[in-house]
T-cell receptor, first 114, second 111 residues
Framework: ETGVTQTPRHLVMGMTNKKSLKCEQHLGHNAMYWYKQSAKKPLELMFVYSLEERVENNSVPSRFSPECPNSSHLFLHLHTLQPEDSALYLC?????????????FGSGTRLTVV | QKEVEQNSGPLSVPEGAIASLNCTYSDRGSQSFFWYRQYSGKSPELIMSIYSNGDKEDGRFTAQLNKASQYVSLLIRDSQPSDSATYLCAVFSGGYNKLIFGAGTRLAVHP
């Protein structure tokens, strides 16, 4: 596999469920990110991991819990979500050796909270 | 003030015309700028990056940067219906490669 892979592609969950989103990058990058994309709104940066350490948490509610066990894998654990959390969740990676490169995105997980 | 601003569109152009997409940003210290294309239901795809004032050309795409005016633009020459998508402007802001996106401009190229 190449690039950035996200699973599942689609997820429907109830407000009391617990689920996890998975992201894997095969690019040798050392930084990974979670973004949320809601309709008609800019991509919102949720979490930044650099060298497996969380370096940014943009005031995201605690019902979203990230995990980065190594530089190739990133998870987003979800629990007791609200309907307004329904969105496209995008994982991205980059080589954090400077600001010369943009991010490579995965295909995203379309999340629906019912 | 939003960090990265774009006109939401839609911008409608006929096939073969030049499409001009614009973006302004608020962080005067930003050094790196990117244009992403996002088809409906798909993830963003990097199409251009620019770091220096002036123009940068890649095929039918030209990115233009004016740091003094805090303005970035993307020109698409010989527009094709397959170029119909949302174009996202992105700017590095702050530390740790923090990429901030605009809301995007929807481009529609009609035959």
């Amino acid at each position: 596999e190449t690039g950035v892979t996200q699973t599942p592609r689609h997820l429907v969950m109830g407000m009391t469920n617990k689920k996890s989103l998975k992201c894997e990058q095969h690019l040798g990058h050392n930084a990974m990110y979670w973004y949320k994309q809601s309709a008609k709104k800019p991509l919102e940066l949720m979490f930044v991991y650099s060298l497996e350490e969380r370096v940014e948490n943009n005031s995201v509610p605690s019902r979203f819990s990230p995990e980065c066990p190594n530089s190739s894998h990133l998870f987003l654990h979800l629990h007791t979500l609200q309907p307004e959390d329904s969105a496209l969740y995008l994982c991205a990676s980059s080589q954090e050796s400077g600001t010369d490169y943009g991010y490579t995105f995965g295909s995203g997980t379309r999340l629906t909270v019912v | 003030q939003k960090e990265v601003e774009q006109n939401s569109g839609p911008l409608s152009v006929p096939e073969g015309a030049i499409a001009s997409l614009n973006c302004t940003y608020s962080d005067r210290g930003s050094q790196s700028f990117f244009w992403y294309r996002q088809y409906s239901g798909k993830s963003p795809e990097l199409i251009m990056s620019i770091y220096s004032n002036g123009d940068k050309e890649d095929g039918r795409f030209t990115a233009q940067l004016n740091k003094a005016s805090q303005y970035v633009s993307l020109l698409i020459r010989d527009s094709q219906p397959s170029d119909s998508a949302t174009y996202l402007c992105a700017v590095f802001s702050g530390g740790y490669n923090k990429l901030i996106f605009g809301a995007g401009t929807r481009l529609a190229v009609h035959p």
